[in-house]
């Protein structure tokens, strides 16, 4: 299969295309690859049960993510990490990786049991160790929290489904993609429905497992179930109900418990058992009660009204094998694996079948070439599994009653009309039904037929590419002279029509920044607008293209219009093209060598211009308290030569200049009014840079600036002690205040929306001398309140919480004191 091309979005299942199971899909767009899902086929074993992993150079995989742990989404996941080439980043949900450790190390288990004898050695996919060392790999991600990686960002959002499960919503250099994973839009018992994400996304990747088929309502399918095993049971049946150990499976359970309870004269205090019979019953039951916090509203309640955990069922038992298990009448029995392929579900289903009394009953999604889905077909006989030459009579009842958390079509239907992606890929159903939700949709959109909000649906088997062209979305900054260029022309534009001297640039404002391209076609015209210093004034951009040796892409012409009088300044540049990030960078001709030598070892001068409303001196005096070790490069001014009280007393004269160096790397021109940032892009440097900004722009509001303007005055009088400690008062308190913010922005972007800062009356973040900065983070049970100020968590009711904002105050922490 071909890379990726800069010019196209390019889509190809390599399972989960035309078929539910080994769901696998690669996206391609500007040179990034993200894999999505990494299953196994339930119908088939070993490598056969892979997705097409071979025809895919798995080395160029940027990042995968896991959708929720089922096997057809996450079960070759060791295989693909620790035996093939791929060298990527992975990520999933907390619960999910949680989950997924126990679901694995059973699907090694009951696959090598599964696999004929003679196959077993090379036909087992991975081994425990495997399992073991890929798992520590595995990264997780919070719901509604946002990870770039590479130029990738990706934010997980809840996809009900089972417990853990996530949809991502991916952004690449501004095309944004969603990949729904399997997901359901019915609030049940446990889980909230999938939400839907506050940004529309450009494609979409959906399942279409149900295709165009409508779910019966919850409550008639709940009464059909209880009543169905209600009537087996009474004429001393037994009912077999073949689950995934987790998931699903626990939905039932809280359903049957709940019958039970009610009708606890009849079927209660062990007349009729229930059983739950798996390895993992156990240790399901740890991870749901940790995972409450992330179910709905009604569990939570009944899990803080009762104080218990509502996953402890009182009349339900588990089994960890059939040999405890005493078969003397009627019995309700949840087994796994759910597809009845193996194990113990299989072995009862042999056990029962025979019998006319006893009933079969589906409740999951049954996949293309398993025994649950044959079963359904009521067969006379089934093959026994040990030995496929015995067939077994069948005589007992089969019914399915669906409980699979999947949308229906109205379902799916009302979630992408909100999404309103123009593509649309579907992916994660059989043929049919995937063809018929093609056709309904492409119906349901045949308005925009012809039109260029033509919506278009693909329903792709696997290994066929999909390639969209897309119009791409891109930002473009302003970099080297050509700012100053940009600045002298619109100063003079100011002065000339404003009297209002006033009119500063600010730092945001003077660096030409958030253009938004778009491009039409390859090598076609781009046109760029960008909101400058005043929001009257726009830049607009034509160009041109010209390619050399693929790192500049275009040429630039750029006209400042300024309305209202509409006097059009043209700024002529290069407009260079980063690969790595989608950086568009705008620069003079004179900085191509620089620009475009630095940018093939991939460091970035960065350079800031800002206005400075003070003299010299005091800006020297501040970045000297901030950051002590400054080197001089050179000054003309002599501020950094005499004694400030003298400097205080000379007018300073103008354009000298004064260069500082800051912490190594970062250069400080002050000339006239202006300042002058430099430094080489990095992690540290920017945020010294951003330090520094934050330092000039406050500098003459600063309390010390007051203090040291006053300073002859001072001398003369003789407080000069008092007045000192007063000023490094002042200076602690600023740091102090820097910090903080900095802290508290770590945890906004951790948190999200969790996290939420008590503000005071004036609604900032100053610290006080006397009341301490505090903020609250609430994720469903659990909370926590943080003292800012003395750097602790001050309340918290839950551990791992805990644990995971003091490595974030540790880390911010650290981060804030390499800086002073
Ligand atoms: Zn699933
Ligand atoms: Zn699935």
């Known amino acids: 299969m071909s890379q990726a091309s800069n010019t196209s979005f390019k889509f190809f299942a390599l399972g989960g295309g035309n078929e539910v199971g080994r769901s696998c899909h690669i996206i391609q767009y500007k040179g990034k690859t993200i894999m999505l899902d990494a299953g196994v086929h339930p119908a088939y074993q070993g490598m056969a049960s892979l997705p097409f992993y071979d025809d895919f150079d798995l080395s160029t995989v940027d990042i995968l993510l896991i959708s929720h742990f089922h096997l057809d989404h996450a079960a070759s996941l060791p295989y693909v990490m620790q035996r093939t080439p791929f060298k990527g980043r992975v990520f999933m949900t907390h619960p999910t990786k949680a989950i997924y450790r126990w679901l694995l190390r059973d699907f090694v288990r009951v696959t090598a049991i599964g696999v004929d004898s003679t196959l077993a050695a090379e036909e087992s996919l991975y081994t425990d160790e495997d399992l073991a060392e890929s798992f520590d790999k595995i990264e997780t991600i919070d719901y509604h929290s946002t990870v770039e990686v590479n130029g990738i960002k990706f934010t997980a959002y809840h996809a009900g489904h089972v417990l853990g499960a996530a949809m991502f919503q991916i952004e690449i250099a501004g095309l944004k993609i969603l990949f729904t994973g399997d997901y359901s839009r019915e609030m049940d018992r446990h889980l909230n429905s999938a939400e839907v994400p506050p940004q529309s ?59 039970w309870q009610k009708h606890s004269d009849e079927l209660g205090s062990g007349q009729v058992p229930i059983f739950y019979a798996s390895d993992l019953a156990r240790k399901c ?26 996953f402890i069922f009182k009349n339900i038992s588990y089994l960890k094998n059939l040999e405890e298990f005493q078969d003397f009448g009627p019995s309700v029995m949840l087994a796994s694996p759910g597809m009845l392929q193996s194990g113990l579900s299989r072995d009862l289903l042999e056990k029962w079948c025979p019998e006319q009394k006893n009933l079969v009953l589906i409740t999951g999604y049954s996949v293309e070439g398993t025994m649950a889905k044959y079963i ?43 999404i309103n992606a123009q593509n649309i890929i579907l992916v994660h159903g059989e043929s049919n039904p995937m063809g018929r939700l093609k056709s309904a949709l492409l119906s349901n959109f045949s308005s925009t037929k012809g039109t260029d909000n033509e919506v278009h649906v693909y329903n792709p088997r696997n290994c066929v590419e999909v390639a969209l062209e897309y119009k791409g979305i891109k930002v473009a900054k302003a970099v080297g002279n050509i700012v100053d260029e940009v600045l002298q022309k619109e100063e003079k534009f100011v002065s000339k029509n404003s009297k209002d001297s006033d009119v500063g640039l600010k730092m945001e404002e003077t660096e030409v920044e958030g253009e938004e391209v778009t491009t039409v076609g390859e090598n076609d015209k781009i046109k760029a607008e960008a909101t400058t210093a005043d929001e009257n004034k726009k830049t607009e951009t034509e160009a041109t293209t010209a390619n ?3 790192k500049i892409k275009k040429e630039t012409t750029a006209s400042v219009e300024a309305t209202p009088e509409q006097e059009d300044i043209v700024i002529s540049g290069i407009l260079v093209s980063d690969d790595k990030n989608f950086d568009l960078t705008l620069v003079s001709l004179s900085d191509l060598r620089e620009h475009h030598t630095e940018l093939s070892t991939t460091v970035l001068r ?80 920017d945020t010294i840079a951003d330090s520094i900004v934050t330092i000039l722009m ?107 904002v003091e490595s974030i105050m540790e880390i911010g922490a650290s981060l804030v004191s390499s800086l002073c």
């Not at 039951?285 to 218990?308: A, G, P």
């Not at 069948?394 to 379902?411: K, L, P």
């Not at 308290?625 to 400030?644: K, L």
């Open 201 to 259: 996304s450009d494609i979409l990747v959906v399942e279409s497992t149900f295709g165009t088929a409508t779910h019966e309502p919850r409550l008639h399918r709940e009464n059909k179930l209880t009543q169905l095993i209600h009537t087996t049971v009474g004429r001393g049946g037994r009912v077999l109900m073949p689950v995934f150990a987790l998931g699903r499976a626990q939905e039932l359970m809280l359903i049957l418990d709940e019958y």
């Open 285 to 310: 039951m740890s991870v749901f009660q940790t995972y409450v916090n992330m179910m709905n509203d009604d569990i939570r309640k009944k899990f803080r009204d009762s104080q218990t955990n509502p």
């Open 376 to 418: 359904m077909l009521e067969p006379d006989t089934i093959p026994a599994i040990g030995n496929p030459e015995i067939n077994i009579p069948r005589r007992c009842q089969v019914e399915e009653i669906s409980f699979a958390a999947h949308v229906d079509f109205q379902e799916n239907l009302e979630f992408i009309e909100k």
């Open 548 to 550: 050399e040796d693929g």
């Open 606 to 685: 960065e350079r800031q211009t800002m206005m400075v409303n003070c003299k010299k001196e005091l800006v020297y005096w501040h970045l000297c308290q901030m950051f002590g070790d400054i080197t001089v490069e050179r000054d003309d001014s002599g501020v950094t030569n005499q004694e400030v009280s003298k400097i205080e007393n000379k007018s300073s004269p103008e354009s000298e200049k004064l260069v500082l160096q800051i912490m190594g790397d970062i250069r400080v021109t002050l000339i006239d009014n202006m300042a002058v940032l430099e430094w080489n892009q990095g992690l540290i440097s």
């Open 698 to 804: 406050s500098v003459d509001s600063a309390p010390a600036s007051v203090k040291m303007s006053s300073h002859s005055c001072s001398h003369q009088h003789g407080h000069e002690h008092a007045h000192e400690h007063e000023e490094n008062d002042a200076v602690i308190q600023q740091e102090r205040a820097w910090k903080i913010k900095k802290l508290v922005n770590l945890f906004k972007e951790q948190f999200g929306d969790a996290f939420t800062l008590m503000l005071r009356k004036d609604e900032t973040v100053v610290p006080s001398q006397k009341e301490d900065i505090m903020g609250e983070i609430t994720m469903g049970k659990a909370s926590a309140k943080i003292n800012f100020t003395q750097m602790k968590v001050e309340e918290c009711n839950s551990n791992p919480l805990k644990g995971r």
